[in-house]
């Protein structure tokens, strides 16, 4: 089965730029899709297809992709911001889905 | 506004049985996947398989296959998650996902997450 590989932790400064990557296989095929969760509670989806934000995510989320590579960007961050991310895709191999192990944002 | 509810916590004994629930509300049950994601204490989420109400068309992450069994109830749009014995590793949060977007492959609403206590 295919593997999503992210970071493990990042930080960002109050209001500045941070990119979320995802590598895996699978991307070059599906698209990928990005969660974030917060401490004790279920994770939401805050975007995906090509670049596409669920209703009520805040268009300082968005997203890209090239090859195997995809990315999860959050302009002028806020402290609200910080959580886990998790990407996703639906796997090479059948209808199965796998997730990256996630990436910690903290806002500093 | 479609709403996915879950079961209630559990504390059960290594060994014994146990099914979760995850009822959808708002939504044509048949329609939409539901997946269920396991979430072990401090972790990341991992995918454990997926079910076509419609149809109970039922996929298996290879993680898991054999060790859970997912199954609705349409007469209730009520999904399923079964394990016939359960060990001290079970201990984790379960959430239950429905894939709702036309032609995407995203989980867009996830329960409450239902968490399971599993002692040796």
């Known amino acids: 089965s295919s593997e999503l590989t992210q970071d493990s932790a990042v930080s960002v400064a109050l209001g500045q730029t941070v990119r979320i990557t995802c590598q895996g296989d699978?991307?070059?095929?599906?698209?990928v899709t990005w969660y974030q969760q917060k401490p004790g509670q279920a994770p939401i989806l805050v975007m995906y297809g090509k670049n596409n934000r669920p209703s009520g995510i805040p268009d300082r989320f968005s997203g890209s992709s090239s090859g195997n590579t995809a990315s999860l960007t959050i302009t002028g961050a806020l402290a609200e911001d910080e959580a886990d991310y998790y990407c996703?895709?639906?796997?090479?191999?059948?209808?199965?889905?796998?997730f990256g192990a996630g990436t910690a944002v903290t806002v500093l | 506004e479609v709403q996915l509810e879950q079961s209630g916590a559990e504390i059960k004994k290594s060994g014994e049985s146990l099914r979760i629930s995850c009822k959808v509300f708002g939504d044509r049950f048949g329609n939409n996947w539901i997946a269920w994601v396991r979430q072990k204490p401090g972790k990341g989420l991992e995918w454990m398989g997926i079910i076509y109400p419609s149809d109970s068309d039922t996929r298996y992450s290879p993680s898991f296959q054999g060790q859970v069994s997912i199954s609705v109830d349409r007469s209730i749009s009520t999904a399923y998650l079964q394990w016939s014995t359960l060990k001290a590793s079970d201990t984790a949060m379960y959430y239950c996902a429905r894939r709702g977007l036309l032609g995407s492959y995203a989980f867009d609403v996830w329960g409450q997450g239902t968490l399971i206590t599993v002692s040796p």
């Open positions: 699978s991307l070059r095929n599906y698209y």
């Open positions: 996703s895709s639906r796997d090479n191999s059948a209808d199965h889905y796998v």
